[in-house]
């Protein structure tokens, strides 16, 4: 290995033991999405087509 090669590699190390480090938030939770009455609607149609058209 070159001088010069050894010196690139020796300043890369350097600057990533620098740069920050970003953690994931490990107790994060992700945003309620809450159900409007025309989406609960559709879901028990569905629901109920899905479960009383092959019967029938």
Excluded: Y
Excluded at 22 to 36: F, Y
Excluded at 38 to 54: E, K, Q, R, Y
Aim: net charge positive; aromatic share 2%; proline share 7%.
């Amino acid at each position: 290995m070159s001088l010069l090669t050894a010196q690139l590699l020796r300043s890369l190390m350097g600057l990533t033991r620098r740069l920050p480090v970003q953690h994931a938030q490990i107790h994060s939770k992700p945003p309620r999405e809450e159900c409007g009455t025309m989406d609960v609607a559709v879901g028990l149609t569905s629901c109920f087509l899905c479960i009383l058209l092959p019967s029938g």
